[in-house]
């Protein structure tokens, strides 16, 4: 351990205090202008507690699938060489660098049932284009890097030696992935999970262009804060995102303390 | 026991063996020695069905085992870097051969603790069944990677540089104790190594290997003394070369003979204690080659600058096409 614990925490405490935590006690500051009894009206609204669980619902499916396919898109990246591979590598960063609306306008226009996706799924009565399932499509999108970007280190760590050894020893593929691969990958697989989740609870540009904005219907949080702000109702916009903030905290310090269980239990 | 048959193998244009013909009998302790290309530790992940050959064929126990995948060959593979799984305690990494047993072959969860407990005995490491990789020593993970290969009660132990990864005084406590531990359970083993050393203490037979092939095939006394090419003179012990017309004589440093009008003459350039003797380094007056010869120690060190004469008192003369012409002494 590298001396200067003290002065190193000092450094850390005031550095979040700055930059996270003093925005962020403004936001509890103004919600408290409201009132207690006006807080809740506003912060759990049919309408807010609609778009809460749109947010957090599509965020979670969104995550969900990120976890299996950026699995699968950092384990081809890991165990195999092919041309182009540095190429491959590169367009899974791309959701970090695209302005989100440009991705949010794409997708609307793949999706729309008039675009190229979208025209063989309306006769299947699928819509996906201003629905939730859209809005889950396009935090699909956006939150790929992160599951790939936390799971490839610990994959390319993990080694193939391993999964050889389960081999010898008489495992089935199955069987070595559910004991062996799965178990050792886990926790990055939650924070790619986490990290994405977050994201897709925040995220705003990308998803209001295909999800239509319904309100009650395809409404997400962040739009209805927006909305709040354009008609000036500062205070309600806030308590919004008390709401919203305080529900976000609470499902990332779960996962960060099912983490800390998990790497006790490795005991590493 | 095993019959390796004219295997090849090839990594796209890299040739990595060239038809290997083996045959290893029930009980025997068997090291591929070689250095690193020389195809060895493929040869050894063919066996294993960790890689499968392009031509030829593997027969286990007279049975064809060709193109079986790795986890029905029933064989023990002890890796280099151990590959332990560091989110299993010590007993259930032990344990996973037994526990992934389907059907009928499961047995229950207290036998395979018991078995693995049983084998944690076995290789001195009772009562760490709790304890995880991370929380052990080199030497003792590489000793909990063997239990865990033995838990499956392989009809054959492959080894793949077991101790290369471990310092010099645990390497060889665990050399000695893997020997005993072969013959008190009357294993069938190979083991790959490229220490040449490692392989004459530890096999009943050494099988050199260079390039993608079997330079020669014998017990390590045999190995040592009698080598059969320029390569495995060269490779195995340490080796001195006398360039001919016709070819070059072999001999080792400590197949010479004081005498004060021996043919060779050696300028001392460099002395040191090896062991039990003294080792003088220089370059031969007239050819200039550099030699290497062991003195007794019981006389005076030689002086740097001395002139020693010697006649080597058993070498072998190698032609330029490799091939020996005599093996005796001259």
Redesign the interface.
């Known amino acids: 351990m590298l001396p200067g614990f003290g002065l190193s925490f000092g450094f850390t405490l005031a550095w979040l205090t700055l930059i996270v935590l003093i925005p962020l006690a403004t936001i509890f500051l103004k919600a408290a202008g409201l009132g207690w009894s006006e807080f809740l009206a506003v912060g759990f609204s049919p309408r807010a507690m609609a778009a809460y669980r749109l947010s957090f619902g599509t965020a979670a499916m969104a995550g969900l699938v990120n976890a299996v396919f950026g699995l699968l898109v950092a384990w081809v990246l890991v165990r195999y060489d092919f041309p182009g591979k540095q190429v491959v590598s590169a367009l899974v960063d791309l959701p970090f660098a695209l302005p989100t609306a440009v991705a949010g306008i794409a997708l609307t226009a793949l999706y729309t049932p008039e675009g190229w996706i979208g025209q063989f799924l309306e006769p299947l009565g699928i819509k996906v284009a201003f629905t939730w399932i859209g809005i889950s499509i396009a935090l699909v999108f956006i939150g790929l890097p992160f599951v790939v970007r936390s799971v490839e280190p610990v994959l390319a760590d993990l080694g193939r030696e391993v999964e050889e050894a389960a081999a010898t020893l008489g495992a089935t593929r199955w069987q070595t992935f559910r004991h062996v691969i799965f178990p050792a990958i886990g926790p990055a697989l939650l924070t790619g999970f986490a990290l994405a989740f977050a994201r897709g609870v925040g995220e705003y540009g990308s998803v209001i262009f295909i999800s239509g904005n319904m309100p009650g219907r395809t409404e997400i949080a962040p739009l209805l804060i927006v909305t709040q702000l354009e008609q000036y109702a500062y205070a309600g916009a806030t308590a919004i995102a008390v709401v919203m903030m305080l529900a976000s905290f609470a499902v990332l310090l779960l996962i960060n303390l099912i983490q800390a269980a998990s790497r006790r239990r490795m005991g590493a | 026991m095993i019959q390796l048959r004219g295997i090849t193998k090839r990594f796209g244009d890299y040739p990595a063996l060239h038809g290997i013909d083996l045959d290893v009998a029930p009980g025997e302790f068997i090291a591929l020695l070689g250095p690193s290309g020389s195809g060895k530790t493929t040869l050894l992940r063919i066996i ?1 069905g ?1 890689e499968f050959q392009d031509g030829g064929s593997v027969l286990l126990g007279g049975e064809d085992v060709s193109s079986l ?9 002890v ?1 280099q ?1 151990y ?6 305690t010590v007993a259930d990494n032990v344990a ?2 037994l ?3 389907r059907g009928k072959d499961r047995l229950p969860k207290v036998a395979r603790l018991a078995r693995a407990e049983e084998l944690l005995r076995l290789v001195q490491l009772e009562g760490l069944g709790s ?2 990789p ?2 052990l020593s080199g030497g003792q993970r590489q000793r909990v ?1 063997l239990a ?2 033995l ?2 009660e392989p009809r054959l132990l492959l080894l793949d540089e077991p101790f290369g990864a471990l310092d010099a005084k645990v390497r060889k406590d665990l050399r000695r104790w893997l020997r005993d531990l072969h013959k008190q359970m009357g294993l069938t083993s190979i083991f790959v190594t490229h220490d040449q050393e490692e392989a004459l203490e530890l096999a009943d037979r050494v099988v050199v290997m260079n390039q993608g092939r079997i330079e020669q095939i014998g017990a390590p006394d045999a190995v040592y003394m009698n080598p059969e090419t320029p390569f495995v003179s060269h490779f195995v012990g340490e080796t001195n070369r006398l360039p001919t017309t016709s070819g070059e004589i072999h001999f080792r440093p400590h197949e010479i003979t004081l005498a004060p009008d021996g043919a060779e003459a050696l300028l001392v350039d460099n002395v040191f204690r090896k062991g039990a003797v003294w080792r003088a380094e220089g370059l031969l007056a007239g050819s200039g080659q550099f030699v290497e010869l062991d003195l007794p120690s019981s006389g005076e060190a030689p002086r740097l600058g001395e002139t020693i004469r010697f006649n080597p008192h058993r070498a072998r003369m190698f032609t330029a096409d490799g091939a020996q012409t005599q093996g005796e002494s001259r």
């Open positions: 294993a960790l995948p790795v986890a029905r060959r029933h064989v023990g593979f890796f870097h590959a332990l799984f560091r989110h299993m996973f051969g526990s992934v047993r304890r995880y991370g929380q990677a865990r290969a838990a499956i």
